[in-house]
């Protein structure tokens, strides 16, 4: 099994300052409506085996949840599945409003 790279917020903003890489968000839409991020694609968890073809192996996948859990399964299933640049954001959403956003609404 590999290991799964983790990235924090902070550390993602100072990598990607243009955030030239894809955040994968793979929380529920009625999670988005209490919270998110712009610019990210939203896939929910359980679409992903049936949506493969919609991501790319040559772009940086940045995987995010709530608080990094589901995201962590995702990295786990993309990785088995090809793909070889991803990250999971340790922390997700709830960590980036505690680090970078506060105005980012917590649940």
């Known amino acids: 099994m590999t290991d799964i790279l983790e990235i924090t917020p902070t550390q993602f903003c ?20 209490l919270a998110s991020l712009e610019g990210t ?3 929910p968890m359980m679409e992903i ?5 919609e991501l790319s192996n ?3 996948l940045v ?3 709530h608080s990094g859990g589901r995201s ?7 990785l088995a599945s090809g793909f070889n640049k991803v ?3 340790t922390g997700g959403i709830d960590a980036w ?4 956003d506060p105005t980012i609404p917590r649940y």
């Open 41 to 43: 694609k939203h896939m």
């Open 87 to 89: 990250f999971n954001l």
């Open 14 to 33: 100072e990598r990607w300052p243009d955030k030239e890489v894809t955040i994968l968000d793979v929380r529920e839409t009625k999670e988005l409506e």
């Open 58 to 60: 040559s772009e940086t």
């Open 72 to 78: 962590r399964r995702v990295a786990e299933f993309l």
């Open 49 to 53: 085996p049936n949506r493969l073809e």
């Open 63 to 65: 995987i995010m949840c």
């Open 97 to 100: 409003a505690s680090e970078i």
